[in-house]
């Protein structure tokens, strides 16, 4: 049997109490899609986070170590390599930048996500305790795998069809008024079902 390390195991917890959450929402989520068991387990794993560790995790840690993360691919990897490919800014092409800007979220995102939810986990249960008892079960290394697996398809197909809608926006000259306008009324409304989902998690 394959064992994870203490950074590995600490992964499926809290990805089991953020999967519990959203099956909490709707049983469908596209690229997440877990047998009977491998949802129990996930269960199981959730209930051995603190509730005060996971909103800590999901709502602060998470996305502040993300955002320093994107931060430093932006800053290390996207301007040096435009600064080369050319040196003078105004003779940036479309295409070449938003494959440098693909190229460098598909990074940030299969690398800084994993990342900023294990050192938030761990931050998360050391500032409150880690009260919960985890034993490793056999198929908890293929569930760790199959999490990874999902997460670098799902970004590997956002950043695929990034590329040719910015393509697409940049040739029709599209205005990002009313995109911007949609994506409020998503927020607002994602803020809404979290909330009940919180309620009904509660209330269970």
């Given at each position: ?7 590995q ?5 809290f990805?089991?109490?953020?999967m ?8 469908w ?16 794993l ?8 996971m909103r ?5 840690l ?5 955002i320093?993360?994107?931060?430093a ?10 600064t080369?490919?050319?040196?003078n800014?105004?003779d940036?092409k ?7 800007l ?7 995102l299969?690398l800084?996500?994993p ?9 998360a249960?050391?500032?409150v305790?880690d009260t919960?008892?985890l034993?490793?079960e ?7 795998a ?5 997460l ?6 956002m ?31 994602w ?14």
């Amino acid at each position: 049997m394959a064992e994870l390390t203490e950074t590995q195991a600490r992964l499926p917890r809290f990805w089991g109490a953020n999967m519990t959450f959203a099956f909490a929402t709707s049983d469908w989520w596209p690229g997440f899609s877990y047998t009977s068991d491998e949802r129990a387990r996930l269960k199981a794993l959730a209930e051995t986070v603190p509730p005060s560790a996971m909103r800590i995790w999901m709502y602060a840690l998470v996305p502040a170590i993300f955002i320093l993360i994107a931060a430093a691919a932006v800053a290390g990897l996207m301007v040096p390599v435009l600064t080369f490919l050319y040196p003078n800014p105004a003779d940036i092409k479309p295409l070449p930048f938003v494959l440098v800007l693909a190229s460098v979220a598909a990074i940030s995102l299969g690398l800084g996500i994993p990342i900023a939810m294990a050192l938030g986990g761990r931050l998360a249960l050391w500032w409150v305790g880690d009260t919960g008892r985890l034993v490793e079960e056999p198929g908890d290394a293929a569930l760790h795998a199959k999490f990874r697996r999902q997460l670098w398809r799902v970004l590997l197909v956002m950043c695929g069809l990034f590329v040719p809608g910015c393509w697409l926006w940049i040739t029709y000259d599209l205005h990002a008024g009313p995109f911007i306008t949609v994506m409020k009324w998503v927020t607002v409304l994602w803020i809404g079902v979290s909330g009940v989902a919180t309620w009904r998690l509660r209330r269970a």
